[in-house]
């Protein structure tokens, strides 16, 4: 099993950054890949960005792209969102997603939530 602990969501500014942590707990975190997912209220829950078990691959939503980037830190069993140049459309909540083989693992989320 794989526990996950979202942080770092606030609000800001229109133009402003934020940095999301997700701590992984549990099944070796160097064995799978991980993504963040976000839901703003009335839509489904959609792809933001990912990253391979390995950190050598890494993949955005077109919405994010050039903007937001995700890493991961093995030692600290952690994974970063990184997001810049926000918009008041990327307020929502975010999730954090672990993606073992037949299984999927959820954070609680944490809001972001951007004013114009």
């Known amino acids: 099993q794989v526990q996950l602990v979202e942080s770092g969501g606030g609000l800001v500014q229109a133009g402003g950054s934020l940095r999301l942590s997700c701590a992984a707990s549990g099944r070796t975190f160097s064995s799978y890949g991980m993504n963040w997912f976000r839901q703003a209220p009335g839509q489904e829950r959609e792809f933001v960005a990912g990253?391979?078990?390995?950190?050598?691959?890494?993949s955005y939503a077109d919405s994010v792209k050039g903007r937001f980037t995700i890493s991961r830190d093995y030692a600290k069993k952690t994974v970063y969102l990184q997001m810049n140049s926000l918009k008041p459309e990327d307020t929502a909540v975010y999730y954090c997603n672990a993606r073992v083989p037949g299984t999927d693992y959820w954070g609680q989320g944490t809001q972001v939530t951007v004013s114009s």
């Open positions: 990253i391979s078990w390995s950190g050598g691959i890494t």
